[in-house]
């Protein structure tokens, strides 16, 4: 038997024997258990009937270790199943695939892949419309790619040289408490080497692959802490935001002084995720922070602060007036959600937005004074029950001068 379904197989009986793993995401539909191998007349058939030759490394798992079973998410589908699944015409399997290493994908490749699984097996289902799926025709041959079928993560060629690299790799991030959900996402190596990549890889891409890769390792050390912070004034824009992300998604403290340095970058994403790391570390300046964004052009980054203002505990309704003069109504909707815990009479500002030509817009004010119980604009719901014609706004006025008469 090959050394490395030997190592797999001694690595999957680790995993099995411990109870919290048995616990972890998608364990209980393998335990860890491999399904019988194939035999290879079996494989062999299959490949005649598809006109196709298996990638070696996972042509020896099939023989070697198991046709199936124990895997990333909810386990590796078994062969045909990774292929019937998909009801496809004869010769979809030999068809080359679009998936080549080292290629980037973004939401405009979608057009040019109508049928994205062509040339590969979707070995591993992850939940929801995520797959992992291996390359068996084209020049990707090999390789495993992560799939949203619904194209809301563009696809990944995982950096692993093979299946066997890749499902070993699967077993030691596991092993060593490493988050694996969704597996294959993540840049293959422990902190050091991710470091090394964030530092010093002239692709942009994989910098802020590493960067996010770290926030997958058991801790985020004071050393890979301090990395990120530094990462923060990397020269591109996507890089800075990720590293940010990751701040602000892993409450990390020491990125605070280089948050607030890119609350002035010249990139509205940037500035967006800086805010949110200050939001989330709760930082003593919070609310004089978020108070200077409030007129930032970009929504994002408006929307951003008015969301740290209120989790400041400092929102006034003064914060929140100027926004009823926005031109888009979603914008006018969600001043007056936030003006529901704002401090201060927000009547005129209630007043106004009954007013408002958008019925979104009149119905969340009335929300707002019903959970405000701001009584001052009770005449203001009654004339305005007068003249309304929307009845999603109507029912709303309904129920809420119902209420204050009882």
């Known amino acids: 038997m090959d050394d490395r379904i030997l190592r797999i197989r001694a690595k999957l009986a680790q995993a099995a024997a411990s ?36 990638p070696e490394e996972y042509r020896l798992f099939l023989l070697e270790a198991g046709d199936g079973g124990a895997g990333p998410s909810y386990g590796l589908v078994p062969l045909r199943s990774a292929v019937d699944s998909y009801e496809d015409p004869d010769g979809f399997l030999a068809a080359p695939s679009y998936f080549a290493t080292g290629a980037e994908y973004t939401d405009s490749d979608w057009d040019d892949f109508p049928e994205p699984q062509k040339g590969s097996l979707a070995i591993v289902h992850h939940g929801c ?46 092993l060593a408490g490493y988050s694996v959900g969704g597996f294959g996402l993540k840049l293959p190596g422990d902190e050091a080497a991710l470091l090394a990549i964030l530092a010093d890889d002239s692709d942009p891409d994989r910098r802020g692959r590493a960067g996010w890769s770290l926030s997958l390792l058991p801790e985020i050390t004071a050393v890979a802490a301090n990395s990120l912070a530094a990462a923060v004034s990397d020269p591109d824009p996507g890089v800075r935001e990720t590293m940010l992300g990751v701040a602000w998604r892993s409450k990390v403290p020491q990125v605070e002084n280089a948050a607030r340095a890119a609350l002035t970058d010249a990139v509205a994403p940037v500035r967006a995720a800086a805010i949110h790391v200050l939001r989330v570390l709760a930082t003593a300046d919070l609310a004089e ?17 008015v969301w740290a203002l209120a989790d400041s505990g400092d929102c006034q309704v003064t914060d929140l ?25 927000a009547t005129d500002l209630l007043r106004t937005a009954l ?13 707002s004074a019903e959970h405000r119980d701001q009584r001052s604009v009770l005449p203001d719901l009654k004339h305005l029950l007068t003249t309304e014609t929307d009845p999603v706004v109507r029912s709303n006025l309904d129920r809420v001068l119902r209420t204050w008469r009882a």
């Open 19 to 54: 109870p919290a793993l048995l616990e972890s995401f998608g364990a209980k539909a393998h335990s860890y258990r491999l399904n019988p191998p194939l035999s290879e007349a079996d494989v062999a058939a299959f490949e005649a009937e598809h006109v196709v030759r298996l």
């Open 129 to 174: 419309s995520d797959y992992t799926q291996l390359v068996v025709t084209g020049p990707g041959r090999g390789r495993l790619v992560n799939v949203n079928a619904d194209w809301v993560v563009q696809p990944y060629v995982a950096e692993d040289a093979n299946f066997l690299a890749w499902y070993e790799r699967w077993l030691d991030e596991l």
């Open 289 to 305: 922070r978020a108070r200077a964004l409030l007129t930032d052009a970009d929504s994002g980054v408006l929307w951003a602060a």
């Open 321 to 345: 007036e100027p926004l009823l003069e926005r031109p888009a109504a979603r914008d006018r909707v969600s001043a007056l959600y936030y003006a529901i815990k704002a401090n201060g009479n």
């Open 355 to 367: 007013q408002d030509p958008a019925a979104d817009v009149r119905r969340q004010a009335v929300q």
